[in-house]
């Protein structure tokens, strides 16, 4: 897409919704799940508690919506969290920001493709215990449909959110209907008791359930990841930007918030058991463990299996909806992560080269570093949700809370600039509700580090930690080669010009690339011409300086000695014997080169040249020009690389889709 | 060394014999194990006849030795099995035996080794049961020795040759001595009953028992190993270099087939009984099997037990010398290896870079393909001998047959134009020999590939097909290459200069790396000279034309559109565009280039640079020339490359021991 064509393909607040909000709308396929479990810890009474603990996670909700609108309308460009924090608390917090965002992006992968796994293995349970192998193959999948940069079209999101939201919506509404008319049935799982851990043996009082009570909140705090990512596609919506951003934020945190409740009260209701090891933390009414051979399905599958009693085409319907959306929402962090990867390397946190927009390669890189790291992940944690959940939440709330801080100092900054009563009174309103995001996620974020940090949460607070040292590291390293390459007010001598031009070109036969090296070293008219050969074999060289007689070119060839039979160091001591004879002569290396069209024609040829080449180019006041020969071979690679550079660009198309996304 | 002083240091017999003949007199340390080992699958009885095949392999070395001995006076300039084959047959059967001869060397570190760790393991029974990891180790170290090219001397290496020789003749004739003298005692082993095999019931008669033999005849074949490297190392030989040669070959024949002989004679005196499993090949005489506990130790071993009684230290003192002679056969593959792979290189069947003497690289990749090849079969056949034997033979019989087969048709070339009556019944004589060494080195190797095929010959055989196959195609791509590249009869339009040289000089910025590029670019003085960027960001584009005007050079920069925020392509748009424009000028284009110390410093620069580079040497008529800036990094980099570089070469320390080996 061109850039000033960018800005068109704007998106309707119907469109919108699907395709920003799709991450956060999924995390209710597994978070009321991830309550439920923990709960059960304590046992099949401390379960009942879990619609209070979806109301907390609610309220939390509340509070971030309110707070990110906020953002959305100071921050219409589509900032994002880290520009939020570079901006307005310092490079270190953006930093900070940004490495907990990066993080998190391999978790989105890694939980969204683990409970959609969970939900795929309900539906065809030929899958159970080959999770792990299911999810890799999922994130292979979506790497080389996001390699080859397939149109995404926000139509073709939109439908399956809107059935997820759908069906599930359906579920509940129908489940409460039963409720009321006392038709509903009884969960399958409902005939299990729950085993409570040891240390639990009397529900949640003391210390150990209330700490147990926060655990549940905090894995349900996963229904907020994905929040964020409207406020960062506020560009891409039609116009009032701010005014419809804020609107759908309000509409996907609505959505989200009552379907999780809703979920848990249902579950409640139906009486539905979810714990972590089904084989041992069940047993029947008569005291047998659950074993082997019962398999838990999500929370979500078996609310549809009780409501829609054994009409099995809703209960599959359910498991597919919930496995797309969870594959969309795994699908966003393809889209963002090379995106933040880009604007960082723009800012010298990451390698220069991924911030080149119209780079398919930077994107391929982004993309590559993505999938592996959740591949690892995934095949690493067996593809459990539960493991996988108790890293993911803690960079969400590190970003959360630091944007908010950065809000908060906007405001403080803004207010007393604003001589306009109304709109300072706005600000003072604005200034309020943010701070109470920075309380509110601030105490969640303590809370998340407090009660999982054993648990895993330490992973993803060491990942950050090195991803934050790397970009620190990288940031460092060009800030020094910066200084070291500025031009100084000593620019007259980076200015003068060397006096001569000693251009030298190596040859090892007579043949037509050579031929090409000297005619064109020729044609560049140097004060000087040297037609050098190093003799490693004193018949090759005899047959050399005859065929060269034969040619009858105007110039004498050179042989140097080489009496331990090397090609490199020869040429190097020559050349640096030029260099010391006449210091401001600049050295011109021709060096004929064959350029071939596979990789291993490349092991056949070149090699010698190659490392000369590597090593002339350590040395001062030295050129190395080359001089290719294009073998037959290449036009076909030349072709294919100019179809490659034909094809549309991952980040175009998805800049189709709504605007640069963080 | 260099090379006029290649030819000075010449070996005496005495030491030319361990440094050549290591690896054919170390193989007695396994032959005789393998003999009684295939004659004990049909029992007790059958192994009784391992004296008689170790004659019969005697005799076969009696008429190989002779052969060679000729070959050492017909080329003594140590051509080699492969050079006698391609000189005398044709390339495509030289080309198998050096097939052969590549995969025979891999073979021979991977048997020498295996051996090794036996004799390791029957001195340290800890090692029992991790002989794999113990060879896999044993193969790394020799790698490193050799990548770091440790000098070896004659003398280092004869001493354990000598001793080794002197240990197992002492263990022989003291054995010998009891025997006349009533004193010999029993092998432990003596008390065990060999279980034969089904289908072997009745011992060694019928059909079964002739091929049974015939294994045991291929696999005691293996004492023939290592024979040719003394013809290959004529030239290291003191004047008269053929003479010694050959009575080197002969001493060493002599001694191989006599210890070889002697050993299989006292080990059915002292009743040594030798099988492939022992816990369920070996009974006592109570009729129970071995079992675990049975530890089988190497024939070698178990004779010098037997006859130096409890005198530990004798027993400990052939185990560790069998081990190093071993270790110096596998050594020997390291240096031949290599040299093989020079010369194959020469003649364009491998990379040509293989090729140049003075480039440690060639070595180092020969080492490393060696080492990683014997690893993988050492790990695979558990670094069991008697496993690994069975792919060994081959190869070494296909290099006899064919360079006997050359030698035949070298006399019968030579015989019709020698005049000298008394030479010429020399050569009838020895062309009998060779007649009669192709006859019987031809019937071995039709022996050794039906008796042994299907018990891993095949995988040799594969081995060497794919080996000559690669060769092949390499061969075929140069020969196509340089009817390519060939200088033709039209070399005028070679010859033809560009009319005009067409510089362009790439910028992004404007700094030191930068300016030395626009500053060299016109000290070259070309007819047009244009500075250039890629327009990606208005903003970066309006900065550095501020500071270009700032600069003040008397050159106008041009700023390339860049609509899909990309830069490769609109630069070889632009390239392409002046190319059709004015076809006849050469275009070259200046690249600053960051040259850096370290790896990671590679990933953090030059990356877009690289890849247009690389695109733009695919455009005929364009020449690249990099204009380094050095880092500082890079200076601590070119210092250690010229250490490296001071260092000695692996092919120039081996060469002081005895002349190119193949």
């Given at each position: 897409?061109?850039?000033?064509?960018?800005?068109?393909?704007?998106?309707?607040?119907?469109?919108?919704?699907?395709?920003?909000?799709?991450?956060a709308?999924?995390?209710?396929?597994?978070?009321?799940?991830?309550?439920?479990?923990?709960?059960?810890?304590?046992?099949?009474?401390?379960?009942?508690?879990?619609?209070?603990?979806?109301?907390a996670v609610?309220l939390v909700m509340v509070v971030v919506i309110a707070s990110y609108r906020q953002n959305v309308h100071a921050y219409p460009s589509g900032g994002g969290d880290y520009e939020v924090a570079t901006t307005n608390v310092g490079s270190r917090t953006g930093l900070t920001v940004a490495s907990a965002l990066l993080v998190d992006y391999?978790l989105t992968?890694?939980?969204?493709?683990?409970?959609?796994?969970?939900?795929?293995?309900?539906?065809?349970?030929?899958?159970?215990?080959?999770?792990?192998?299911?999810?890799?193959?999922?994130?292979?999948?979506?790497?080389?449909?996001?390699?080859?940069?397939?149109?995404?079209?926000?139509?073709?999101?939109?439908?399956?959110?809107?059935?997820?939201?759908?069906?599930?919506?359906?579920?509940?509404?129908?489940?409460?209907?039963?409720?009321?008319?006392?038709?509903?049935?009884?969960?399958?799982?409902?005939?299990?008791?729950?085993?409570?851990?040891?240390?639990?043996?009397?529900?949640?009082?003391?210390?150990?359930?209330?700490?147990?009570?926060l655990?549940?909140f905090a894995?349900?705090s996963v229904a907020l990841t994905g929040v964020e990512a409207i406020s960062n596609g506020v560009?891409?919506?039609?116009?009032?930007?701010a005014?419809?951003a804020a609107?759908?934020l309000g509409?996907?945190g609505?959505?989200?918030?009552?379907?999780?409740?809703?979920?848990?009260?249902?579950?409640?209701?139906?009486?539905?058991?979810?714990?972590?090891?089904?084989?041992?933390?069940?047993?029947?009414?008569?005291?047998?463990?659950?074993?082997?051979?019962?398999?838990?399905?999500?929370?979500?599958?078996?609310?549809?299996?009780?409501?829609?009693?054994?009409?099995?085409?809703?209960?599959?319907?359910?498991?597919?909806?919930?496995?797309?959306?969870?594959?969309?929402?795994?699908?966003?962090?393809?889209?963002g992560?090379?995106?933040l990867?880009?604007i960082l390397?723009?800012d010298?946190y990451?390698?220069?080269?991924?911030?080149?927009?119209?780079?398919?390669?930077?994107?391929?890189?982004?993309?590559?570093?993505?999938?592996?790291?959740?591949?690892?992940?995934?095949?690493?944690?067996?593809?459990?949700?539960?493991?996988?959940?108790?890293l993911y939440i803690v960079g969400v709330f590190v970003s959360f809370t630091l944007s908010q801080l950065g809000m908060v100092r906007h405001w403080r900054r803004l207010i007393p600039t604003q001589?306009?009563?109304?709109r300072r009174t706005s600000m003072r309103r604005s200034h309020v509700i943010n701070t109470v995001g920075l309380a509110v996620t601030g105490t969640v974020l303590v809370v998340v580090l407090v009660t999982k940090f054993?648990?895993?949460a330490?992973?993803a607070v060491a990942a950050m930690l090195?991803v934050f040292v790397?970009m620190n590291?990288?940031h460092?390293?060009?800030?020094?080669?910066?200084?070291?390459?500025?031009?100084?007010?000593?620019?007259?001598?980076?200015?003068?010009?060397?006096?001569?031009?000693?251009?030298?070109?190596?040859?090892?036969?007579?043949?037509?690339?050579?031929?090409?090296?000297?005619?064109?070293?020729?044609?560049?008219?140097?004060?000087?011409?040297?037609?050098?050969?190093?003799?490693?074999?004193?018949?090759?060289?005899?047959?050399?300086?005859?065929?060269?007689?034969?040619?009858?070119?105007?110039?004498?060839?050179?042989?140097?000695?080489?009496?331990?039979?090397?090609?490199?160091?020869?040429?190097?001591?020559?050349?640096?014997?030029?260099?010391?004879?006449?210091?401001?002569?600049?050295?011109?290396?021709?060096?004929?080169?064959?350029?071939?069209?596979?990789?291993?024609?490349?092991?056949?040829?070149?090699?010698?040249?190659?490392?000369?080449?590597?090593?002339?180019?350590?040395?001062?006041?030295?050129?190395?020009?080359?001089?290719?020969?294009?073998?037959?071979?290449?036009?076909?690679?030349?072709?294919?690389?100019?179809?490659?550079?034909?094809?549309?660009?991952?980040?175009?198309?998805?800049?189709?889709?709504?605007?640069p996304q963080q």
């Open positions: 897409m061109r850039s000033e064509n960018l800005g068109r393909t704007l998106l309707p607040k119907r469109l919108a919704l699907p395709v920003f909000a799709s991450d709308i999924s995390s209710v396929a597994y978070a009321p799940d991830e309550i439920l479990l923990t709960l059960a810890f304590a046992g099949t009474g401390a379960a009942l508690l879990s619609p209070w603990v979806g109301v609610a391999v992968v890694a939980v969204s493709v683990a409970a959609g796994t969970a939900y795929a293995a309900a539906a065809l349970p030929v899958l159970h215990g080959h999770e792990a192998k299911v999810g890799v193959a999922v994130v292979l999948v979506l790497t080389v449909v996001n390699l080859r940069g397939v149109r995404e079209s926000g139509r073709a999101v939109a439908l399956p959110v809107y059935l997820y939201i759908g069906a599930v919506a359906l579920t509940v509404l129908v489940g409460f209907v039963q409720r009321m008319t006392g038709n509903l049935g009884e969960a399958e799982s409902a005939s299990y008791q729950i085993v409570h851990q040891p240390g639990l043996d009397s529900g949640l009082v003391g210390l150990a359930g209330a700490v147990l009570v655990r549940a894995s349900g560009p891409a919506f039609r116009k009032p930007k005014k419809n609107t759908t509409v996907a609505a959505v989200s918030a009552t379907l999780l409740v809703s979920i848990l009260v249902l579950s409640r209701m139906a009486g539905v058991v979810y714990v972590d090891d089904p084989s041992t933390d069940l047993v029947t009414a008569s005291g047998q463990p659950a074993g082997d051979a019962y398999h838990q399905y999500p929370v979500v599958s078996q609310l549809a299996h009780t409501v829609f009693g054994n009409f099995m085409p809703a209960f599959y319907f359910v498991a597919v909806v919930a496995g797309v959306i969870l594959l969309l929402a795994a699908n966003t962090a393809f889209n992560f090379p995106v990867g880009s390397a723009r010298g990451l390698p220069r080269q991924l911030h080149t927009r119209g780079d398919r390669l930077a994107y391929s890189n982004g993309i590559l570093t993505l999938a592996v790291a959740a591949i690892v992940l995934i095949w690493a944690f067996d593809a459990q949700v539960t493991r996988l959940i108790q001589v306009d009563p109304q054993t648990y895993g330490w992973i090195v790397l590291a990288i460092h390293h060009y800030a020094t080669v910066r200084t070291a390459v500025a031009l100084d007010d000593d620019e007259a001598t980076s200015r003068a010009l060397p006096s001569r031009v000693h251009a030298i070109v190596l040859i090892s036969n007579l043949h037509r690339p050579t031929m090409r090296a000297i005619a064109y070293a020729r044609a560049a008219r140097p004060s000087v011409l040297e037609v050098i050969t190093v003799g490693v074999n004193p018949d090759d060289v005899d047959q050399l300086r005859t065929e060269w007689n034969q040619v009858g070119l105007p110039l004498p060839l050179k042989v140097l000695d080489s009496p331990f039979r090397e090609i490199t160091r020869p040429v190097l001591t020559y050349v640096r014997s030029i260099r010391r004879e006449s210091p401001r002569d600049l050295v011109v290396v021709y060096v004929p080169e064959y350029v071939v069209g596979h990789w291993w024609e490349a092991l056949l040829h070149n090699q010698s040249a190659m490392r000369l080449k590597r090593r002339l180019l350590f040395m001062p006041g030295v050129v190395v020009a080359s001089v290719p020969w294009q073998l037959e071979s290449s036009a076909r690679t030349r072709n294919l690389a100019e179809q490659f550079d034909a094809r549309p660009l991952p980040g175009d198309t998805r800049r189709g889709l709504g605007g």
